[in-house]
Nanobody, 128 residues
Framework: QVQLVQSGGGLVQAGGSLRLSCAASGRTFSMYSMGWFRQAPGKEREFVAAISWSGGSTYYADSVKGRFTISRDNAKNTVYLQMNSLKPEDTAVYYC?????????????????????WGQGTQVTVSS
């Protein structure tokens, strides 16, 4: 079992930055690949970014590529999402997710049902 607790988020003006954190319980965090998803009002949850267990591979949605950075610190059992140049369309509830896979390549990491565990969600609001 893995429990994911999110922090960060809030209200920021367009062009600003925020960093989300997702802390995992347990001693096997390094065996999990991690993802970030988001859900805007009235829309389906969508993939944002993912990172392999070692941090050696990262993947992004086209809409955030070049602006968002996913990273992890296995010593702290934490994955991060650094969000820069935020836009109003980035407004959503953001969720971290974990799956016990070392490698993401060749796997459906953009799909919600690929992941086994989810954080509680955190609101990000970007004002224009």
């Amino acid at each position: 079992q893995v429990q994911l607790v999110q922090s960060g988020g809030g209200l920021v003006q367009a062009g600003g930055s925020l960093r989300l954190s997702c802390a995992a319980s347990g001693r096997t965090f390094s065996m999990y690949s991690m993802g970030w998803f988001r859900q805007a009002p009235g829309k389906e949850r969508e993939f944002v970014a993912a990172i392999s267990w070692s941090g050696g591979s990262t993947y992004y949605a086209d809409s955030v590529k070049g602006r968002f950075t996913i990273s992890r610190d296995n010593a702290k059992n934490t994955v991060y999402l650094q969000m820069n140049s935020l836009k109003p369309e980035d407004t959503a509830v953001y969720y971290c997710a974990a799956v016990r896979r070392a490698v993401l390549a060749g796997n459906p990491y953009r799909l919600e049902n690929f992941y086994d565990y989810w954080g509680q969600g955190t609101q990000v609001t970007v004002s224009s």
